[in-house]
């Protein structure tokens, strides 16, 4: 009977980019499962690390506006105070004309039409002070609109480059395998091409013995 060869070891694989292994495939013996791995470089690993801690802190303080409250609120007080003063501009000196109108005129404010136009004034004036009290509001929501939109945007921003770089890594690690892969298929093919010789010897050898077998009867 022919001798047989032993089946060979696992054939591991490895990516090597300018010299450095980046990617490798290999067998554990011990527990006899395979493992891929990446080997990120330093550069690569604070990057990776940033990413990720800044992809969860983000996540985390997605509707935290503590750190907003008081520069929207300084914000929202310059944009009143500027309301307020243009309302001012526009109905203080109009009241003003209108008093030393009549006083120059009546000698005092007991008149029905100063009477009237005051009243006139004084309500486009409330008018006004309202419709900068509902800015007010819009402006705040539009802080907060602006706000979300731009975190919003810096966390995909960050899930993109996160993604891209996970696919970098499972590119790697792939090639790593199919190289790992490739070296076990051409191991099994030398193997059984090693082997198949002395199943053909075994074979012919009891062919041999069963004619003479034949031949005695």
């Known amino acids: 009977m022919g001798k047989h060869s032993s089946y060979p070891k696992y054939s591991t694989g490895s990516i090597v980019v300018n010299g450095q292994t980046v990617a490798s495939t290999t067998k554990d013996e011990n527990n006899n499962t395979i493992n891929s791995s990446y080997n990120m470089s330093d ?20 509707f935290d506006f503590t750190d907003k409250q008081d520069i929207w609120d300084k914000q929202l007080d310059a ?41 006139n004034i004084t309500d486009n004036k409330a008018k ?36 891209i770089m996970n696919n970098n890594i499972l590119s790697y690690t792939q090639a790593a395998q199919s190289n790992a892969e490739s070296g076990n298929n051409h191991n099994d093919r030398a193997y059984n091409a090693s082997n198949s010789g002395s199943w053909l010897d075994t074979i012919g050898k009891i062919s041999d013995i069963g004619s003479q077998m034949l031949s005695f009867i």
């Open 128 to 163: 006004a002070v309202a419709e900068l009290s509902d800015s007010l509001l819009e402006k705040q929501d539009e802080l907060y609109s602006d706000e979300m939109a731009n975190r919003i945007n810096y966390i995909s921003l960050l899930s993109n480059l996160n993604t």
């Open 43 to 62: 550069t690569e690993k604070n990057i990776y690390n940033s990413i990720q801690n800044s992809l969860s802190n983000s996540l985390n303080n997605l």
């Open 79 to 119: 944009y009143k105070q500027k309301g307020i003063e243009e309302i001012n501009d526009i109905y203080t000196p109009m009241e003003t004309n209108l008093k030393n109108d009549i006083a120059s005129r009546f000698g005092n404010f007991d008149n029905s039409i100063f009477m009237d136009n005051l009243s």
